[in-house]
């Protein structure tokens, strides 16, 4: 019975959670340098969860699936057998670092961090068999309740205050076998597990009572310590691996392949054939006892029977509606759990179901917004160029007539406030019975994307114009050396190809963002070896052919050498902001203060040093990337030193305040400054207010600050005068 149900809710879950959903995340997992071993917690009698075979080896359910989460993103695993109650312990104090199925309660996530939960079980209260007044949660009020100390059913029975008189055990085997021998009223704990219970222990007077425990319904999950949260997401990424790729489904039908059925007794068969069918042979006998006799004992063998298999039947449904709430339950966690956006529809292109992340990237609260609506007509009715879409024409409903998955990385979607983004999305047709029953959609927002492929555009726009500049420059200085007119010309032609494989490789960029570090590959390494070459034979021309060229000559080979530099630190500037744009945030707490006192101690000379006044009032600790918010520190204060090098009051003062839940941070210091009507153009790329002789720089510094701050959610400014100083200032949210 239980087999049945079981196939039900993991086939329903194959279904709905197909490849384009989950099987991706396994491409990620790269190989380790190192393979990490985690030390897990087990115990020796909860099947069939936790047990030991025959060789005395941990298995069971919960404990195989945690190996194979583990070696999904190559953990080994080392398991240490130990009581429910002392392993608990050891979680929290560390002594281990994970336990493979822990039920999930307020009292215990202040202690622990829980995985994804991988399945849910209803609880059950077991009496004895000749049990006569307890039918219902609500009769357990003054009777004796047995549970497994630390068990969740230990808290629950607690919480819900069932009963005054609750007894606990060190295992659930020694709680069964007090109820058996009469000690206490009652068992609770998960039906399946009871079951198992009973069964190994052969207990023919224990029984589960038939009404439901909605209350004691049970998500469990992996835990680990509070805090671990690389080692969580580690198992988190473990599990979508194989519940994808169906090692999940082998363990679960391993484990719970067979049925667990309640058998009828003798004496219920007894009760049954006196309630119904004495009465009913008494008659028949009377009418027909000489003529009809074997034929009346005939039919009522096949009465039993049948009557049996209704019973077995109704069992059954039961059961399978129980599982299938589970099952559903799990798929809309799933589902909900995801980033991407997913909806199905019907042949009509009405949706039939949406996640959480779906709902939100279209803004709409509440699901009956969106269920049972032309999907077509709600978000994708319009071009990115504003043109009508035809029904026929448009790219999700082409998986109705190629009958293929489809995938567009171009397009727009429609919010319900009437606002579009752009949007990329894989539409896949839903097949039943080898015929087309409707189609599911995965889509993302890639906003953020289009943002970046702009942003690189320009970058390669101002590229190609430095390009072209510094090649007019080179093209000049080649016509005045006689000498080494050749090798200049090779340079030029060098440096066009590499502009060329340039141009290709912010092709390939905008098709993907994954080509985004190739190009980076390209740009570090390809572009700066003609600038070495050009460094190269320039000092190669002063050496070897100083005595053949007057000095205009060395002058225009100098002024190369200091191009070719110069063009050096505007690629390494423009690689860093690129990288701003893309790199992840890690969020953490970071002391502002201390992080400001070491940049300075790091950029100022021991001169500067002595010169400086340096002032840092007391600043909050604050939630930021630590290594970004660095850079910000880098660059403003060595701003503050650069600009300050020619003023006579060499000070720099910083500190914060906290103004609209935001605290604004600021640098103040009283060197050069700059004319405050150009303070629009302050941070923009290759934007500067003093001329390369008067402060060196690429005009690259407080773009990365404003793009940095701006990733954190907050803004960038600054207020000076000329020869007063500046003052800059920037706002993150969060304390």
Not at 330 to 352: F, H, K, M, V
Request: negative net charge; contains cysteine.
């Amino acid at each position: 019975m239980n087999r049945i149900v079981i196939r039900l809710g993991i086939f329903l879950l194959a279904l709905i959670a197909s490849p384009a959903i989950l099987v991706e995340a396994s491409s990620h997992v790269q190989e380790p340098d190192t393979i990490r071993t985690v030390l897990l917690g087990a115990e020796p009698d909860y099947p069939p969860y936790c047990l030991l075979d025959e060789n005395g080896k941990p298995v069971g359910f919960a404990v195989d699936l945690f190996r194979a989460a583990a070696e999904a993103v190559h953990l080994n695993v080392k398991v240490k057998l130990g009581p429910w109650v002392s392993l608990k312990k050891d979680l929290a104090e560390g002594a281990i670092e994970a336990l493979p199925i822990m039920g999930r309660t307020p009292e215990r996530e202040v202690l622990y961090d829980f995985t994804i939960p991988y399945i849910q079980l209803h609880g059950a209260i077991f009496v004895r068999r000749d049990n006569q007044d307890i039918h219902t949660l609500a009769d357990l009020k003054n009777k004796e309740i047995l549970v497994m100390k630390g068990d969740v059913a230990d808290e629950f029975v607690r919480r819900e205050r069932i009963s005054d008189r609750i007894y606990t055990t060190t295992t659930f085997d020694e709680a069964f076998t007090k109820l058996a021998a009469g000690e206490g009223d009652a068992v609770i704990t998960q039906r399946i597990i009871g079951l198992k219970i009973m069964e190994r222990l052969n207990l023919q007077t224990v029984v589960p009572l038939k009404a439901p425990l909605p209350e004691f319904r049970q998500e469990f999950c992996f835990a680990v310590q509070k805090g671990n949260e690389a080692l969580l997401a580690q198992l988190n990424e473990g599990l979508s691996i194989v519940m994808a790729n169906g090692t999940y489904k082998a363990i679960h039908q391993k484990w719970f392949g067979t049925a667990f059925q309640e058998h009828f007794t003798k004496a219920d068969l007894l009760r049954l054939v006196l309630w119904i069918f004495v009465p009913l042979l008494v008659v028949l006998s009377l009418l027909w006892i000489v003529l009809l006799r074997k034929e009346v004992g005939k039919r009522t063998r096949h009465l039993n029977e049948e009557i049996i298999e209704h019973k077995k039947t109704w069992r059954v449904l039961q059961e399978q509606q129980s599982r299938l709430k589970e099952s559903e339950e799990q798929i809309r966690l799933l589902l909900n759990s995801t980033a991407e956006g997913i909806y199905g529809t019907d042949t009509r292109g009405n949706c039939t179901f949406i996640n959480q992340s779906a709902l939100k990237a279209l803004g709409y609260e509440d699901r009956s917004q969106v269920i049972g609506r032309n999907m077509h007509k709600l978000i994708h009715h319009t071009k990115t160029d504003g043109s009508y879409y035809e029904t026929a024409a448009c790219d999700i409903r082409r998986a109705f007539s190629s009958g293929t998955g489809i995938h567009n990385e171009d397009d727009v979607f429609w919010r319900a406030d009437g606002s579009c983004f752009p949007t990329e999305f894989f539409s896949y047709p839903i097949h039943k019975n080898e015929e087309i029953v409707g189609l599911v959609v995965t889509f993302w927002d890639i906003t953020e994307r289009k943002r970046s492929e702009r942003e690189l555009l320009a970058l390669k726009a101002n590229l190609e114009i430095e390009v072209a500049q510094r090649t007019a420059e080179l093209e000049e200085k080649v016509q005045k050396l006689d000498k080494s007119q050749r090798a200049l010309l090779y340079m030029v032609e060098d440096l066009n190809q590499v502009s060329k494989e340039v141009n290709e490789e912010r092709r390939k960029l905008e098709l993907s963002n994954k080509e985004l570090d190739a190009f980076t590959y390209s740009v570090s390494h390809d572009l700066r070896a003609p600038l070495r070459a050009i460094n190269g034979y320039s000092d190669f021309l002063l050496e070897d052919y100083a005595d053949k060229l007057d000095d205009e000559g060395k002058r225009f080979l100098r002024v190369i050498q200091n191009n070719a530099s110069k063009m050096d630190r505007l690629i390494t500037d423009m690689l860093n902001l690129s990288r701003i744009s893309r790199a992840e945030m890690r969020m953490s707490k970071v002391d502002m203060g201390k992080v400001a006192k070491s940049i300075f101690q790091e950029l100022a000379s021991r001169k500067e040093q002595e010169q400086f006044v340096l002032e840092i009032s007391a600043m909050p600790e604050i939630a930021c990337d630590y290594s970004l918010i660095k850079q910000v520190w880098q660059n403003l204060i060595g701003n503050a030193l650069k600009y300050s090098e020619k003023s006579g009051v060499k000070k720099i003062e910083i500190g914060s305040w906290e103004e609209g839940g935001e605290q604004v941070f600021f640098i103040r210091d009283y060197g050069a400054g700059f004319n405050p009507k150009y303070q629009d153009k302050l941070f923009g790329v290759f934007q500067r207010l003093h001329t390369e002789e008067e402060f060196k720089g690429t005009g690259v510094g407080l773009a990365i600050v404003q793009r940095i701050v701006s990733r954190h959610g907050g803004q960038v400014w600054a207020k000076s005068e000329l020869q007063e100083g500046a003052t800059f200032y920037f706002s993150l949210n969060g304390a």
